[in-house]
């Protein structure tokens, strides 16, 4: 079925720096492509998605970028806050190898921005 | 609150006992979820209800058994579990349950704050 590897498990960065979380993916028919962002004594929430027809997409001080070919897929976060702290988590649907209506989760990243 | 609430929030249960996991979620969704969330692995699906029918169940022991009685309700019944069952609990919902391959706005998951468990 689809695996979805997650790198790296910890990231922790001076506030005001960026931040590159690299996520890669096994099926070839995957298609959709979201973030999660965990904040602590929270449940997961959406931050930014992708459809394989795109190549990357930004919304403010986040962006994430798709390569197909590669089977890879980053985010990344400009001038990184405080707030910013949390476990990152990347998701793809399973494809024809693991349904293409079920998400598999990477590990997650924890991200600490220190000020 | 995110609009799913889940009750407890913490739990510590003996392998023997009989406990459950409640979740809510009033936003007017068809399909929820529960994912197990243990450290430093993936989200891990159990259970999909869609209008209240189990649609998915990802190879999960018996001792753990779902309800949804009804599309805003969903619970997660647990019976003589071990040590390894110990985990976050994580129930979501979306609008709809993903079908024919493609996922839409109306797929988007929303997860409650989740029901953290300790098995002793």
């Known amino acids: 079925g689809e695996n979805v590897e997650q790198h790296p498990s910890t990231l922790s960065v001076q506030e005001g720096d960026s931040a590159v979380i690299k996520c890669t993916y096994s099926?070839?028919?995957?298609?959709?492509f979201p973030w999660y962002k965990q904040e602590l004594g929270k449940g997961p929430q959406l931050i930014i998605d992708?459809?394989?027809?795109?190549g990357e997409k930004k919304d403010q001080r986040i962006a994430v970028t798709l390569n197909k070919t590669a089977k890879h897929f980053s985010l990344h976060i400009t001038e990184t806050q405080p707030e910013d702290s949390a476990v990152y988590f990347c998701?793809?649907?399973?494809?024809?190898?693991?349904?293409?209506?079920?998400?598999?989760f990477g590990a997650g990243t924890r991200l600490a921005v220190h000020p | 609150e995110t609009g799913v609430t889940q009750t407890p929030r913490h739990l510590v249960m003996g392998m023997t006992n009989k406990k459950s996991l409640k979740c809510e979620q009033h936003?007017?969704?068809?399909?929820m979820y529960w994912y197990k969330q243990s450290a430093k692995k993936p989200l891990e699906l159990m259970f999909v209800?869609?209008?209240?029918?189990?649609?998915e169940n990802n190879s999960v022991p018996s001792r753990f058994s779902p309800e949804c009685p009804n599309s805003s309700h969903l619970f997660l019944h647990l019976h003589t579990l071990q040590p390894e069952d110990s985990a976050l609990y994580l129930c979501?919902?979306?609008?709809?349950?993903?079908?024919?391959?493609?996922?839409?706005?109306?797929?988007?998951?929303?997860f409650g704050a989740g029901s953290r468990l300790t098995v002793l």
């Open positions: 936003l007017g969704h068809n399909a």
């Open positions: 209800y869609s209008l209240e029918e189990r649609v």
């Open positions: 998701a793809a649907d399973g494809g024809e190898s693991g349904g293409y209506n079920k998400l598999i």
């Open positions: 099926d070839s028919a995957s298609n959709y």
């Open positions: 992708i459809r394989s027809n795109v």
């Open positions: 979501a919902s979306s609008q709809d349950f993903p079908r024919g391959g493609f996922f839409s706005g109306a797929n988007v998951l929303t």
